[in-house]
């Protein structure tokens, strides 16, 4: 008997923006931060989100479905993990990211096809300009952008701590550091280690303000820099996370033979990002990603790890490996030769 093929999923997939943006709205609106304080019923709660009586209930009661909330005997409250990650008052915060794909992302998504078309990217301003220097001239998009960073890379920083052989280096700098996630967790989890951040200026006091209030001031520093005109501080470990993506081929191997020159022998250098898997064929997210370059950015696009081990060894290094940290994330590991 042939089994009959069923749209479902297909349609699913097709209609998942809807699900997408529920979710982005009510990150938005604040349904979480209102919900941390205590169950609240549907009259209270859209009162005080400042809805239109027309769909709140439908609204809430969809969050329910896709179980972002929970409702008992008409009252709505967080899902549990919904309450940890979703509420901005928490340390565990990573609704940044969310922030940035409703006020950014979204929009800019909706032109993919005439991105695929002509190649262009569709952010905002698609004219040639650095798309960081656009962001960091609007001070609170560049708060938003740097605090959206750390919900991206907040679990692969676990895994880098975890994973990383710390005990066999001293000093460690994350070059594109934004507001410090990295450095942070990983100087938490290893108190012999000492180091800091390299980034553009304008990050430095973000980077301060997130440095000090996790108490690591004495050994987290800041070091102001443009990765394309200065040379990389010198140091035992340089970790670059959601950096190679953001620009071209010329660029990505330029920045892996600057992180070469500025290591000692037996230095390491950590790369990671959404790697794309070898076979292209797995890691959608990772290949998504690679269309976010697309949209966002003038030459950016996403690599396997193959092909960032190909530059590492380009570029000098004489041992190179790749290890999954977590999800969709991988980091390439590089070491140059002990002398
Ligand atoms: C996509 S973010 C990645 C942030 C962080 N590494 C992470 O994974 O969460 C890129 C970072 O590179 C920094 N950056 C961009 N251009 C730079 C440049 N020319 N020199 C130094 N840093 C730069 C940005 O300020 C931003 O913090």
Not at 165 to 180: E, I, L, R, T
Not at 287 to 309: H, K, P, R, W
Request: proline fraction near 4%.
């Amino acid at each position: 008997m042939t089994v009959r093929p069923s749209p479902e999923k297909l349609l699913a997939l097709g209609m998942s923006f809807w699900n997408a943006k529920a979710l982005l709205s009510a990150v938005e609106l604040g349904v979480f931060d209102a919900l941390a304080e205590g169950p609240a019923d549907l009259e209270s709660l859209r009162t005080r989100l400042g809805l239109h009586e027309r769909s709140a209930r439908d609204f809430f009661d969809a969050l329910v479905a896709l179980k972002l909330l929970e409702r008992q005997d008409g009252d709505y409250r967080n899902a549990p993990d919904a309450d940890f990650f979703l509420v901005r008052a928490r340390p565990s915060y990573v609704g940044g990211l969310l922030e940035m794909a409703n006020a950014r992302l979204y929009e800019s998504w909706g032109h993919l096809t005439e991105a695929l078309r002509t190649g262009r990217r569709q952010s905002e301003n698609k004219d040639d300009s650095d798309f960081f220097a656009a962001l960091y001239a609007d001070p609170a998009r560049l708060r938003g952008f740097l605090a959206a960073m750390s919900g991206v890379s907040a679990g692969a920083a676990n895994a880098i701590a975890g994973k990383f052989p710390w005990k066999n280096y001293k000093s460690f700098v994350d070059v594109g550091v934004a507001q410090g996630m990295v450095p942070v967790t990983i100087a938490r989890a290893h108190p012999h280690l000492s180091g800091g951040g390299f980034d553009l200026p304008p990050v430095g006091p973000i980077f301060e303000e997130f440095v000090t209030a996790n108490g690591l001031s004495e050994r987290l520093q800041f070091h102001a820099g443009d990765f394309f005109k200065d040379a990389l501080p010198q140091t035992d470990v340089i970790i670059m996370g959601h950096i190679l993506h953001d620009w071209d081929l010329e660029q990505k191997r330029l920045l892996v033979k600057k992180a070469y020159d500025a290591l000692p022998a037996g230095g390491a250098l950590i790369v990671y990002e959404a790697l794309i898997d070898d076979d292209r064929r797995q890691n959608a997210f990772g290949l998504l990603m690679s269309l976010n370059m697309l949209i966002e950015t003038l030459g950016g696009f996403d690599y396997t790890g193959a092909d960032c081990q190909g530059w590492m060894t380009e570029a000098g290094f004489s041992e190179t490996r790749v290890e999954h940290l977590v999800g969709p994330d991988s980091m390439v590991v590089g070491i140059k030769q002990a002398e």
